[in-house]
Nanobody
Framework: QVQLVESGGGLVQPGGSLRLSCAASGSISSMYRMAWYRQAPGKQRELVAAMTSAGTTTHADSVKGRFAISRDNAKNTVYLQMNSLEPEDTAVYFC????????????WGQGTQVTVSS
């Protein structure tokens, strides 16, 4: 079983930056995909960014050019660099890992709150 612990959330003004970290208890290099999701109040959880073990990245249209996902396999940590933050980015951000295969196994972190407000 993999435990994921997010950190780095907080309150930031519009236009500011934050970097979220997701520390995994196991090797993330063995995971097919690592991802960040977010869930705003009253809304469904949505995919923000993902990175496969091959290094392929995907970013939601709403964050392209502002957010970037990266990983450090040696530290078993995934990051989400968030720049030019907007009030609409306010949400709880969750780290997610997914194994390979049709019957993949997923793990979730507990989430970290990001609030963008002046």
């Amino acid at each position: 079983q993999v435990q994921l612990v997010e950190s780095g959330g907080g309150l930031v003004q519009p236009g500011g930056s934050l970097r979220l970290s997701c520390a995994a208890s196991g090797s993330i290099s063995s995971m097919y995909r690592m991802a960040w999701y977010r869930q705003a109040p009253g809304k469904q959880r949505e995919l923000v960014a993902a990175m496969t073990s091959a290094g392929t990245t995907t970013h939601a249209d709403s964050v392209k050019g502002r957010f970037a996902i990266s990983r450090d396999n040696a530290k078993n940590t995934v990051y989400l660099q968030m720049n030019s933050l907007e009030p609409e980015d306010t949400a709880v951000y969750f780290c997610n890992s997914r194994s390979a295969g049709i019957k993949y196994i997923e793990y979730w972190g507990q989430g970290t709150q990001v609030t963008v407000s002046s």
